[in-house]
T-cell receptor, first 112, second 111 residues
Framework: DTGVSQNPRHKITKRGQNVTFRCDPISEHNRLYWYRQTLGQGPEFLTYFQNEAQLEKSRLLSDRFSAERPKGSFSTLEIQRTEQGDSAMYLCASSPTDSPLHFGNGTRLTVT | GQQLNQSPQSMFIQEGEDVSMNCTSS?????WLWYKQEPGEGPVLLIA?????ELTSNGRLTAQFGITRKDSFLNISASIPSDVGIYFCAERRGGSEKLVFGKGTKLTVNP
């Protein structure tokens, strides 16, 4: 399967801990996106990369959140000092330029 | 926050029935996308629309990009149990890579 891969699938953490998620996009896709989805809502845009450059960030992305794509391939999303309100599904997507997004199956974060 | 109005919020239908759902916005968009999401999975692209008035089919699914560029509908004909899921519309405004999603239409198909 050459789809978008996200790890871990599930993460349970205690409030105040740091967590990091990984996304491996489809190999020929130069664009990579992070979205957050809470129950009963559609995905909400967090940030996107073109190759290794982070080109757009949402106001939802507080300074506790940081995303990287160091070599223009896989990406990591780190949340520092997690809060209960961070509990959500974190979705990664990738695409070629000017094409629809292909999503991974997400990392479900639960902050206790 | 969300800027798309998607309706209905949920639908309960019998297998074999046709389904119609739509999205509207107060703004003009360049692209309409329809995705389906099943429990525990990410959204899967169904249909992409790029031109006002465009009508596109994908098997039993048909979607149209409204002529005013402010709305879109998705029809599913002869529904089957595996059509169950949440259907999202999404739009991309010119000048941004950000996709904005509706809140989804949850479809339940009774065999």
């Amino acid at each position: 399967d050459t789809g978008v891969s996200q790890n871990p699938r599930h993460k349970i953490t205690k409030r105040g801990q740091n967590v990091t998620f990984r996304c491996d996009p489809i190999s020929e896709h130069n664009r990579l996106y992070w979205y957050r989805q809470t129950l009963g809502q559609g995905p909400e845009f967090l940030t996107y990369f073109q190759n290794e450059a982070q080109l757009e960030k949402s106001r939802l992305l507080s300074d506790r959140f940081s995303a990287e794509r160091p070599k223009g391939s896989f990406s990591t999303l780190e949340i520092q000092r997690t809060e209960q309100g961070d509990s959500a599904m974190y979705l990664c997507a990738s695409s070629p330029t000017d094409s629809p997004l292909h999503f991974g199956n997400g990392t479900r974060l639960t902050v206790t | 926050g969300q800027q798309l109005n998607q309706s209905p919020q949920s639908m309960f239908i019998q297998e074999g029935e046709d389904v119609s759902m739509n999205c509207t916005s107060s703004s003009i968009f360049n692209t309409w996308l329809w995705y389906k999401q099943e429990p525990g999975e990410g959204p899967v692209l169904l249909i992409a629309l790029y031109k006002a008035g465009e009508l596109t089919s994908n098997g039993r699914l048909t979607a149209q990009f409204g002529i005013t560029r402010k709305d879109s509908f998705l029809n599913i004909s002869a529904s089957i149990p595996s059509d169950v899921g949440i259907y999202f519309c999404a739009e991309r405004r010119g000048g941004s890579e950000k996709l904005v999603f509706g809140k989804g239409t949850k479809l339940t198909v009774n065999p």
